[in-house]
């Protein structure tokens, strides 16, 4: 299971932390990622960790990068997303996911759930970020 928490109204230029609580995964051989979809457009990957070796990655995208970043809480099963200097554009539904790494490189498989959000396997739902100009 994943729920994400955190969400609210927020002033473009503040902050805000985001919480994913997750379980339920009996192995390490996961990736929980970031995502969000602002209203009429496709989901986007942000950030994610591999729980097999705590690797993270982020998104190179120019609407993110530099501003947000994840940090996980292994022993807690928690995950955040840290995001900073909001701009409006980023309102939007923040979703955690989840997909199994098996034996694959952990690159490969945040790489795929990126470019293929739909094909995810584990969806949390959704806490919506406002952000007012």
């Known amino acids: 299971q994943l729920q994400a928490s955190g969400g609210g109204l927020v002033r473009a230029g503040g902050s805000l932390r985001l919480s994913c609580a997750f379980s339920?995964?009996?192995?390490?051989?996961?990736?929980i990622g970031w995502f969000r979809q602002a209203p009429g457009k496709r989901r986007e990957g942000l950030s994610a960790?591999?729980?097999?070796?705590?690797?993270?990655?982020?998104s190179t995208s120019e609407s993110v990068k530099g501003r947000f970043s994840i940090s996980s809480d292994s022993d807690n099963h928690l995950l955040y997303l840290h995001m900073n200097n909001l701009k409006p554009e980023d309102t939007a539904v923040y979703y955690c996911?989840?997909?199994?790494?098996?034996?694959?490189?952990?690159?490969?498989?945040?790489?795929?759930?990126?470019?293929?959000?739909?094909?995810?396997?584990?969806w949390g739902k959704g806490t919506l970020v406002t952000v007012s100009s």
């Open positions: 339920g995964f009996t192995s390490d051989n996961y990736a």
């Open positions: 960790v591999s729980l097999r070796d705590g690797q993270t990655f982020s």
């Open positions: 996911a989840a997909e199994t790494t098996a034996m694959r490189d952990s690159a490969i498989t945040v790489g795929t759930m990126f470019r293929r959000p739909e094909a995810i396997t584990f």
